[in-house]
Structures are given as structure tokens and as C-alpha cells.
């Protein structure tokens, strides 16, 4: 039930793109992203809904394919910013609401 | 300004000893959960509260306790029975529809001495 993470980690020069992918067994109501820093809380990033438009603001945005039932979040041009723990979370439908966290995306950029 | 409000930063416990963290908000949220993140992994829920007066366990309740007697208060025991409580502990709070992002505190860190 847990949503899949891909991939767990990944190392990148200042400016490059990444892509984090989710991806969940079952049907999705929402996906949520979050960006945790070393010994900080998590802070929530964006949500996306079943039915709803690619979100995005600056240079970080993500996609809902609810067919596949998978989302991809989309870094680009990285600053060091950016560096950091990315979590997903699920909402699956039929659901009482409950947030499923995936296991995490370790994002490293080097100057 | 709104938040979540965790104390204290830092906790250090006894063994066999019982330790209360306190999580309030002033968000308004219904929804209120406990998580605790362990160095380099996940998050795993420990309890949760829709409202008022109800709680329910997540998927690590056992040896935890909690409350909901406030809109504004969540505040999580971690008992005796608790053979590893050290880990970062999370509170979280939410509009209960899940259309919004959940909003963190800044977190506690127990230490077992």
C-alpha cells in the first residue's frame, strides 16, 4: 500500500534537472510532495488532485498521470536549495482521508 | 501568525521513566497526527485525532498514548512500555479533507540516557 519512490537517491551539479517518480498499486485521490532538510520538519511542497491540473510554481512542479497512478515531481535548473529528503504521499480513493508516505528521495546538489 | 507549536526541541528520558510531548496549534485544523522518523528513514504514523475526542492508532501505537481534549492540543505520552523511544518526533495538523497540505512542527528530539 506503501507508494514506491524513485529512485531512493540521486546526486546532481548545481543547475541540472531531476525528476522524483511515485507511483501507487492502487487508485488515487491525491498526491502530496514534501521537502524535509537534515534535522528539520517536513514542509509541504504541493498537492495534486484526481481530476486536477499539473501544479507548479518556480522551477519545481509535478504531474498526476491518474492512469498509472503515478506522479512525478520535476526540479529544474537545481539550486543548492533544493537539496534535501522528497516525500510523496497518497491519498488513495475509498480512503478515510489517511496520508500514505512513500519512503523517500535523498536529493544531493554539489556546487 | 498560524503554526504548530512542538515542545520541548530536546527531551531527554530515564529508563523506565514516562515523557509527554505537547503539540498545539492555532490553525484551526481538525485533524491532528503523531509521527516518529527514525535517522535516515520514513515517517510512521503513531496516532491520529479528526476531532475532538476521538483518536485512533496508527501503525506504531504500541507503548505511545495520547489525547484530544482541545481543538488546539495533541499532546503524546511516550510510556515505559516503549523499548526504543529514541527518534524525532513529529506533530502534524490538518484540514480534515485532505485537499490541503498537512502543516508540521518543528519537531522534538527524545533521547534515551
Known amino acids: 500500500q506503501q507508494p514506491v519512490q524513485s529512485p531512493q537517491a540521486v546526486i546532481l551539479r548545481e543547475g541540472e534537472d531531476a525528476v522524483i517518480n511515485c507511483s501507487s498499486s492502487k487508485a488515487l485521490y491525491s498526491v502530496h510532495w514534501y521537502r524535509q532538510k537534515h534535522g528539520e520538519a517536513p514542509v509541504f511542497l504541493m498537492i495534486l488532485l484526481k481530476g486536477g491540473e499539473q501544479k507548479g510554481h518556480e522551477k519545481i512542479s509535478a504531474s498526476f498521470n491518474e492512469k498509472k497512478q503515478q506522479s512525478s515531481l520535476y526540479l529544474t535548473a537545481s539550486q543548492l536549495s533544493y537539496s534535501g529528503t522528497y516525500f510523496c504521499g497518497t491519498v488513495l480513493m475509498d480512503s478515510n482521508y489517511q496520508l500514505i508516505w512513500g519512503a523517500g528521495t535523498k536529493l544531493i546538489i554539489k556546487p | 501568525d498560524g503554526g504548530i507549536t512542538q515542545s520541548p526541541k530536546y527531551l531527554f528520558r530515564k529508563e523506565g521513566q514516562n515523557v509527554t510531548l505537547s503539540c498545539e496549534q492555532n490553525?484551526?485544523?481538525?485533524?491532528m497526527y503523531w509521527y516518529r522518523q527514525d535517522p535516515g528513514q520514513g515517517l510512521r504514523l503513531i496516532y491520529y485525532?479528526?476531532?475532538?475526542?476521538?483518536?485512533q492508532k496508527g501503525d506504531i501505537a504500541e507503548g505511545y498514548s495520547v489525547s484530544r481534549e482541545k481543538k488546539e492540543s495533541f499532546p503524546l505520552t511516550v510510556t515505559s512500555a516503549q523499548k526504543n523511544p529514541t527518534a524525532f518526533y513529529l506533530c502534524?495538523?490538518?484540514?480534515?479533507?485532505?485537499?490541503?497540505?498537512?502543516?508540521f512542527g518543528s519537531g522534538t528530539r527524545l533521547t534515551v540516557v
Open positions: 490553525l484551526n485544523h481538525d485533524a
Open positions: 502534524a495538523s490538518s484540514e480534515y479533507y485532505q485537499n490541503y497540505g498537512y502543516t
Open positions: 485525532s479528526q476531532i475532538v475526542n476521538d483518536f
